[in-house]
């Protein structure tokens, strides 16, 4: 990336760069995959959820050699303790002094795989780390440092051995994407790319050197968004807290959301200015996980994304911005 990297423009061809890289390890999901790298770009975490064996963790391994950043994987299981992510005081016989060791949570993207196989005391340990970019432990506080992203990997709910993420958790993920499964042809790619390699391990291109995801980041705050659009963003938001299917609509997080990761996918698009498009376009997975559904319609067809989908529809949209916007 050059010098003008903050520029909007030059962080497209970042994109392109970086999608291009992920796509020699993930086959076919393109559009899921820019809808992640939207969320990375706004600055926030994404949630994963998928059926096993789908990519999730691919794809979360991928973007991190991708983009340059520090790794590290935590496998949530049933026993998993919070000091097993934040890292813990250990006595040091040598100086007989207690030292702090770091957990998996210093990192610059951390892989939470299969995050909703772990109790809610565990998965609250998260919490401070993805809204505070901190830590602590014992009273003590430790600032993690820029980029750190979450990407969560997580099975339907209805599986078996899986916990609910609560409520307040699921409000931290700016996006929730599901890859959903390949066609034919993009499965039988998956098994010639296997053949072809002939080693289990992939690995991919780097692409961003360190710090250039931050030029990247910046530049998403260059992107112009207007009056109609921010109108609309709230309008939508608003329309969830008044459905009759929904118990609790989504707060001004939602709204927030919206305009954010409409910012950095019309990035990842191409333009320096955001269309409704672009905010239909990231509507379902900024918005469908902050929505509680009614009781009584847990067992139906209704769901967070059925709402918003309805929205979508029903609430006006503004005039098409063409590229003369804001020039």
Known sequence: MS????????????????????????????????????????????????????GKTLAGRSFAQALGLTFTRAQFTPDLLPSDLTGS????????????REGPLFTGLLLADEINRTPPKTQAALLEAMQERQITVEGRTFPL????????????????????LPEAQLDRFLLRVSFGYP????????????????????????????????????????????????DYCV??????????????????????ALVTVARAYAVVQGRDYVTPEDVKHVAV???????????????????????VRS????????????????R
């Open 89 to 100: 005081f250990l006595y040091n016989q040598a100086t007989h002094e207690f030292e702090f």
């Open 3 to 54: 010098s003008n990297a903050s520029r909007p423009t030059d962080a497209t061809l970042t994109c392109v760069r970086v999608l291009d890289a992920v796509e020699t390890a993930v086959v076919g999901k393109r559009a899921g995959l820019e809808l992640v790298l939207a969320g990375i770009l706004a600055g926030g975490h994404v949630l994963l959820e998928d059926y096993p064996g789908l």
């Open 285 to 307: 997975p900024a918005l469908a996980h902050r929505l509680t559904i009614k009781p009584e319609l847990w067992m139906t067809q209704v769901s967070g994304a059925t709402i």
């Open 183 to 230: 066609t034919p042809e993009e499965e039988a790619e998956v098994v010639r790319r296997r053949l072809g390699r002939r080693a289990e391990e992939q690995q991919v291109e780097q692409v961003l050197a360190p710090g250039e995801l931050l030029d990247a980041q910046r530049a998403v705050e260059l992107v112009e968004v207007d009056p109609s659009v921010v």
């Open 145 to 164: 440092a820029a980029p750190f992203h979450v990407l969560a990997t997580a099975n339907p709910v209805e599986h078996e051995g899986t916990y609910p």
């Open 311 to 326: 929205l979508l529809d029903t609430v006006p949209t503004p005039a098409a911005l063409t590229g003369g916007h804001g």
């Open 235 to 256: 309008d939508l938001v608003g329309a969830t807290r008044r459905h009759g299917s929904v118990q609790v609509g989504s707060s001004p997080r939602g709204s927030l």
